[in-house]
């Protein structure tokens, strides 16, 4: 991977950035301190936006029979 942050790690529960930070390899989670169990994504430097807003596409589906 390149140079800087590779990884951004968030708690499961939880908004307004409280409890994100960032790492370089899945192995720096055992040194931080509290455990517990978080939610890790690659990160994207430099992500898509809509008028400078980050945003996420959320999708339902219902089947109804087969």
Known sequence: MGK???FI????????GG???LI?????LSGI??????VVQK???NPYLINKKK???WVYVMIHGI
């Open 9 to 16: 790690a968030k708690p499961p529960a939880g908004g307004g």
């Open 19 to 21: 409890g994100i930070f």
């Open 33 to 38: 301190s509290g455990g517990g169990e978080y």
């Open 4 to 6: 800087g942050w590779n």
């Open 43 to 45: 990160y994207v430097s």
């Open 55 to 57: 945003w996420d596409m």
């Open 24 to 28: 370089q390899k899945l192995t720096d």
